[in-house]
């Protein structure tokens, strides 16, 4: 198991903290002296300052930024979007939804009835289909800034409507994400401002072992984003061989991947950290055999609980890890959660 060099406090408000955010965490993104995070039960995104930006003990100064309020959502503006993935390029922030459809949870005080009930009850959740690209001025997110850069939102045709006819994810896209069920839970952006290529990692489905990575090229039209070829189509699949995990997050460090992986199911671990060599440059369909992915980190889980559900880069080669439902050992505080750094190999 690789060994914490050190923990950070990641400190939230009040209006956080009795949203649950700081114990929901679902996607990190390093940027500069700031901190992006999203939760996976609001419609916001979070951004928490540094102390010190090359070796940070506590990320704090929250501000919260509604959604609703910069891009035009899918579902109503007091639905959860289930953010799922952040990256950061040039003068924008991506962002991505689960996609996912939910299945209810059982509740200890329901008679077996209802909950054998409840277990056959899924919703396909739209206010979860979000790909978006959030313009940045002044550190905040805006409609658009003074230099012409305007946020924008994937329209229609949107994502799940593409995958309505793909070979492998078509027969998933009704089958809840915690079921092996179509879940984006990554998202990583390379190239120039304006021309990126973005990668959606999936939780799910995991196909016979392996994981799958979608490859899209949003290009902004209005407040809307459209999908360019790529490969010929709008969107290419590469098939990852991670061990059967599936994706929880995609970070770039200079041409290469890092995948975040872990269960694609319901489970507690393994949970590593994959670096795919020249990835952020792969501009076609690929099949990418284990042999061709170094194994970099195995993290750390808990038993029902630290559940680690983003990575963002630090400086001198660190790696910051999130958790989602984090152990009490990581609450030391009301309104803090502690995250951890550990040293990417050379």
């Excluded at 102390?51 to 959604?67: C, K, M, N, Q, S």
């Excluded at 993935?85 to 009835?113: F, I």
């Excluded at 016979?208 to 709008?234: C, F, H, M, S, Y």
């Excluded at 790696?319 to 505080?333: F, K, N, Q």
């Amino acid at each position: 198991m690789t060994v914490v060099n050190r923990q950070v406090r990641l400190r939230f408000d009040t209006g956080a903290v009795e949203a649950l955010t700081h114990v929901n965490l679902s996607a990190v993104r390093s940027d500069g002296r700031y901190l992006w995070i999203a939760g996976d039960e609001t419609a916001t995104v979070e951004r928490l300052t540094a102390d010190e930006i090359g070796r940070p003990t506590e990320y704090a100064e929250h501000v919260t930024f509604p959604l609703p309020a910069v891009i035009k959502l899918p579902g109503e503006a007091h639905e959860e979007v289930d953010v799922e993935g952040l990256a950061r390029v040039g003068p924008y922030l991506w962002a991505v939804g689960s996609h996912s459809s939910k299945r209810k949870k059982l509740k200890r005080d329901h008679s077996d009835a209802k909950s054998a009930k409840r277990l056959a009850s899924v919703s396909a959740e739209p206010s979860r289909r979000v790909l978006a690209r959030l313009a940045i001025e002044n550190d905040e997110p805006v409609s658009e800034t003074c230099d012409g850069h305007r946020s924008a939102a994937l329209g229609r045709p949107g994502l799940i409507d593409l995958l309505e006819d793909d070979d492998h994810l078509a027969p998933f896209l009704a089958i809840p994400g915690k079921d092996n069920g179509l879940d984006i839970e990554g998202i990583a952006a390379a190239g120039e401002p304006g021309e990126e290529r973005v990668f959606l990692g999936l939780r799910g489905p995991v196909l016979r072992g392996w994981a799958v990575i979608l490859q899209l090229a949003p290009r902004a039209d209005g407040n809307e984003l459209k999908l360019d070829k790529v490969d010929g189509g709008r969107y290419v699949k590469h098939f990852i061989d991670i061990d059967g995990l599936g994706v929880r997050d995609l970070c770039v460090q200079g041409d290469d991947l890092l995948i975040l992986a872990g269960p694609s199911m319901d489970l507690d671990g393994p949970v590593r950290v994959y670096r795919w060599r020249g990835a952020a440059d792969l501009r076609a369909s690929d099949v990418v055999h284990r042999e061709e992915l170094e194994r970099v980190l195995d993290l750390p889980y808990g038993e029902g609980d630290d559940h680690a559900e983003g990575i963002a880069l630090l400086p001198d080669n660190e790696l910051l890890v999130v958790y989602d439902s984090p152990a009490r050992s990581r609450l030391t505080e009301p309104d803090v959660v502690l995250a951890d750094v550990v040293t990417l190999p050379s």
